[in-house]
């Protein structure tokens, strides 16, 4: 056993040594681990904002940003100054909007800064800073020599300050103690007369026709020198300035002229005149933008055109030659209109109009309305909108005021008190059932009234559907409130009376009291000694005993009917007359 395990190890050691005597086997090199991708970091550059001239506009900030992370949002802070905002961020263009106001305190402003910072996720928030001119005082920097008094032989006249039709106008008299007077006269009132001193004599020897002729005069007889702002109306064009002396001794029969009467002419700056074409355009339902084109002769310096509009869909934005006007979608199947006023100084508004047409694919918008019943102040109905998400315009109105100015018997006149604060209708979403339309107790005059009801906007300006309309005999159920007589007698002696009356068409809730206190001057009724007793429906008081020293022996008791407790409005009154005679 020995010999045999001897035997296999060197066996096994001549094999291995075998093995160890061979050519070694190659080994495929290992791959180098492959490192991770280093992180994207995002980056962001902001250009410098230029300086923005002193009238107001809208700038476009670029900026540029890499490696942006999804769902990280480019952030403007708030301005550090009111006169910088409506920020918006314009992603596919790499742009930061704004709008600023104008730096334009008068005569003139200083330059001025604002900042606001800009920030993207976890980067350093960057500052921008805005830096603005200041607005330029017209003397500066190249003054422009104050205009030279315009000498006369008794008067030193200065004009400033000239517009489309006011004037400043400074007059000093070379005498201190000169009376005169300074105005403005048309050259219609002038022609009336044979010389301009006929008229100044007429002017201050009948103070009268002064008042009823020449109303338009300012400051008269001053005994100093005068600075005063000429304003001149069409009526008064072509006109002037007038001024002369005159002596007064206490009486207007010994008035004279002084000096020499003076005409001078307003250098008033002409009237610009503004034109727009074309003055109305048609638009699809889609939104979009259109164009008017306008010019203006005789500009004023420093003046621009501003459009106005009441319709919250369209803006307006007014460059050198066009105004551009952009619309939203109409959402509706009716169409719309807006008006734009044009205004620029001195010059009637000029009124475009845009027309929108109704959106085909929506569906039109319809109401059921039923009267449930009707009474002297209001109306009970139910109405439905065909989509109960709508909100509408309910109400009612007199079928003779409908037919009449400024209606016409229109409904889309109607829908323009949309935009009144006295007629606006009730604005109402959703089915009503039972619902309560007051008419007002004043306002019924036995009449028809129309009830109507059509859908608006979210800016409840503007209608989107057709007016549904109702005509409604209303029941006259005034209430009627009255004593059993009119004038009550009572005796010398005086006591305890206590008067009837009836109420007719009294509603649930309302309520008789005194309608103010008596008319009790004399005391014929002791004071405080009225009483109400609404179960009874009766009035009690007290009379004193008779008074041979009064000049009047008689007093009136007043009551009314409120339709609620806390109206304030009577809905029908009574009055009842008290008449003591004597023994």
């Known amino acids: 056993m020995r010999f045999f395990s001897s035997f296999m190890i060197y066996a096994a050691t001549l094999l291995l040594g075998v093995a160890c005597g061979s050519d070694p086997i190659e080994e495929k090199p290992k791959p180098e681990p492959t490192p991770d991708p280093e992180p994207t970091i995002p980056s962001l550059v902001v250009d410098k904002c230029d300086v923005l001239p002193a009238t107001a506009g809208e700038y476009s900030l670029g900026y540029t940003l890499e490696n942006p ?27 930061i909007l704004f709008s600023y106001d104008a730096n334009d305190e008068e005569p003139g402003s200083e330059p001025r800064e604002a900042s606001f910072t800009v920030t993207y996720g976890e980067l350093e928030p960057i500052e921008v800073v805005v830096s603005q001119l200041a607005t330029v005082v017209k003397d500066e920097p190249n003054p422009e020599p104050e205009p030279e ?3 006369t032989e008794a008067f030193t006249v200065t004009f400033t300050n000239a517009t489309t039709n006011s004037v400043d106008v400074t007059i000093v008299a070379k005498d201190p103690e000169m009376r005169f007077v300074v105005g403005k006269l048309s050259e219609a009132s002038l022609s009336e007369f044979e010389s301009k001193e006929a ?6 020897t009948d103070r009268l ?9 300012v400051g008269s007889f001053p005994s100093e020198g005068i600075n005063n702002t000429f304003n001149f109306y069409t009526n008064d064009l072509p006109g002037y300035v007038v001024v002369f002396g005159f002596s007064y001794e206490g009486e207007w029969e010994n008035v004279a ?10 250098p008033l700056l002409p009237i610009p005149t503004l034109t727009i074409t074309p003055m109305e355009q048609s638009v699809s339902p889609a939104e979009g933008e259109v164009s008017f084109d306008y010019s203006l002769e005789k500009p004023i310096e420093g003046e621009s055109v501003v459009v106005e509009t009441s319709a919250s869909w369209v ?15 109409n959402p509706s199947a009716q169409p719309r209109t807006a008006e734009l006023i044009c205004n620029y100084m001195g010059i009637e508004p000029v009124v475009l109009t845009l027309t929108q047409e109704g959106n085909a694919d929506a569906e039109p918008i319809t109401f059921d309305l039923t009267i449930v019943e009707s009474h002297y102040d209001y109306i009970v109905v139910d109405v439905a909108p065909s989509d109960p998400s709508t909100k509408y315009a309910l109400g009612a109105i007199l079928r003779s005021d409908f037919e009449k100015y400024p209606y016409y018997g229109s409904d889309d006149v109607l829908t323009e008190d949309l935009l009144s604060t006295y007629n606006k209708p009730t604005i109402l979403s959703g ?32 209608a989107t559907s057709a007016v549904v309309r109702t005509l409604v005999d209303v029941v006259d159920d005034t209430p009627v409130l009255e004593f ?13 009376f206590t008067v009837k009356y009836t109420l007719t068409n009294g509603r649930e809730g309302g309520v008789v009291r005194f309608n103010g206190a008596p008319m009790n001057y004399y005391e014929v009724i002791k004071p405080n000694s009225w009483t109400i007793d609404t179960e009874k429906c009766e009035v009690s008081f007290e009379v004193n005993l008779y008074d041979e020293l009064l000049f009047s022996h008689d007093a009136t008791i007043f009551i009314a009917y409120y339709a609620s407790e806390d109206a304030t409005y009577a809905d029908a009154t009574a009055s009842l007359k008290v008449e003591q005679i004597a023994e």
């Open 315 to 329: 803006t307006a934005t007014v460059e050198s030659d066009k105004i551009v006007v952009k619309y939203e979608a």
């Open 149 to 151: 008094p315009e000498p």
């Open 257 to 266: 002229l002084a000096t020499d009467v003076y005409l001078y002419e307003p």
């Open 69 to 95: 992370v999804e769902g990280v949002e480019l952030l403007v802070g708030e301005p550090s100054a009111e006169w910088l905002h409506d920020f918006e961020v314009v992603v596919n263009e790499s742009l």
């Open 199 to 204: 008229w100044a004599e007429y002017y201050v």
């Open 431 to 462: 089915a009503q059932q039972g619902y309560k339309l007051e008419i007002g107790a004043s306002d019924y005059t036995g009449w028809d009234w129309y009830v109507f009801v059509y859908a608006v906007d979210e800016s409840e300006t503007i």
């Open 209 to 217: 026709a002064y008042w009823y002729e020449t109303s338009t005069f």
């Open 484 to 496: 059993e007589t009119k004038k009550l007698t009572v005796p010398a002696a005086g006591g305890k």
